[in-house]
């Protein structure tokens, strides 16, 4: 399937479908022969031309495809073998994404855990002279005490845009 109209995100999106389903106008269908296409390939070829396919719509009032321009959109076809390849590795790409983008996460909250720790130690009064001097990469460069609050205030900065003021006229 091919998203043909929409202002926001929408138009150009493409979508795997696996049941028997109706569409209206707003997409087209886009049937893929399983003997010359994987259509895993055509749905991974369409996502990563997706701004270049927003731009063919027009209209004035709202930008839309139609069934001729969907049907005029270039589409490379490599054998069926180099195509399951394809996705095999883009599918495999993603998985290590997904993976690295947990490791970031499992890792950022290690690290607020351990900032949170350490403010814990210092309002108990436990950060002694002889814990620094065990520590010193917990309380230096981007985890001093400098670099933390400053990371709270662009925080706080953030959760909290600076209020405008209007100008009072003279008069």
Known sequence: ???MIGQ???RGQPAILDIHACHNQNTAALRVSNAYCVSEYLYYYLAERYEETRQVGS???QQAMNKKVVQS???PLPPKEEQTQIVHRVEQL???ADLIEQRLKEAQSRVNHLTQSILAK???GELTAEWREQNPELISGEHS???LLAR???EREKSHPAKRTRKRKAG
Do not use: D
Request: net charge positive; charged share 10%.
């Open 145 to 147: 005490a400098q670099a």
């Open 8 to 10: 926001g995100k929408t």
């Open 59 to 61: 209209g004035n009032n």
């Open 1 to 3: 399937m091919l998203a």
């Open 94 to 96: 993603f998985a290590f």
């Open 152 to 154: 709270i205030a662009a």
């Open 73 to 75: 959109l270039p589409f």
């Open 122 to 124: 210092a309002f108990r």
